[in-house]
């Protein structure tokens, strides 16, 4: 029998990571079977722990669950410690250990395909919800010159800096929470949108000036123009959705599980030609 693994979520009937992850079965000869897992909102631990029990090996999870899966895993590696969400779970053993691959999927994703450093840079991240709190050390550990995390709620982006200081071999030094209406007269090298925005078509208010002179704007949304894109675009930026991204993370995974690392480039190109 091929050993068992899936996403869980509530939705999941969306997810491409089945498709994702048999195109790296695939391509590495991995003996694997990969499925959707719904979980009722309220039975979230019984679904995992049942898959578990059933002979599961690892799962993906996605929204809403993630911190659910921070707190139900008994152990923590890398970047679920200080998001307090985690993507992905391994079995270890009578275990489970839980990972979040949010961050190496974007930083992959910025570095490697789209020829983006962010050390020296001027940084600006969108939204202080689940996802900044999954990438924000990552980006940190680049060392860029500058790094503003802006929010309409400005009391939450505030939070989510203080959440970081906690880590003391982070340099917090050139990082700051400001609401929208004070970018005004600044500008960014890298303007990532970790917010929600764009699945309702939606954008926040930002002012003409805000990407410098060859600025990458990436939104996290993928499979959509968004607004975001669509008017970073008209102001000369270069556009990237998060579709790398959701590929590069399930790679992490998928070396996590399987102590493989599959090549992306070749999944990334698949589903942009299907899209």
Request: contains cysteine.
């Amino acid at each position: 029998m091929s050993d068992r693994y899936a996403v869980v979520g509530n939705p999941v009937g969306h997810s491409k990571s089945p498709q994702i992850h048999a195109a790296f079965a695939r391509q590495t000869g991995q003996d694997i079977s990969y499925d959707r897992l719904l979980a009722p909102l309220d039975s979230f631990e019984a679904t995992v722990r049942r898959f578990f029990h059933e002979g599961g090996h690892g799962l993906n999870v996605t929204v809403p669950f993630k911190r659910e899966a921070w707190d139900l895993v008994d152990h923590c590696e890398g970047g679920a410690l200080s998001a307090e969400a985690v993507n992905t779970i391994k079995r270890s053993g009578n275990q489970l250990i839980g990972y979040n691959t949010d961050g190496v999927g974007l930083l992959a994703d910025l570095e490697h395909n789209l020829g983006a450093a962010i050390a020296g840079k001027r940084v600006l991240l969108m939204g202080a919800g689940g996802a900044s709190y999954g990438v924000l050390q990552p980006l940190l550990e680049r060392r860029p010159d500058l790094l503003v995390v802006v929010n309409r709620t400005l009391d939450k982006a505030e939070r989510l800096i203080r959440h970081f200081h906690q880590y003391e071999s982070l340099t917090l030094r050139g990082i700051a929470a400001q609401p929208y209406a004070l970018l005004a007269g600044q500008s960014f090298d890298l303007v990532i949108n970790a917010t929600s925005a764009g699945l309702e078509g939606e954008m926040p208010q930002l002012p003409d000036g805000l990407f410098a002179q060859g600025a990458i704007a990436y939104d996290m949304v993928y499979g959509r123009e968004t607004q975001f894109l669509g008017f970073a675009r008209a102001r000369g930026a270069t556009c990237a959705d998060g579709l790398g991204m959701l590929v590069e993370q399930a790679a992490e995974s998928f070396f996590i599980w399987r102590g493989v690392r599959p090549r992306t480039a070749p999944v990334i190109a698949q589903l942009r030609s299907e899209h």
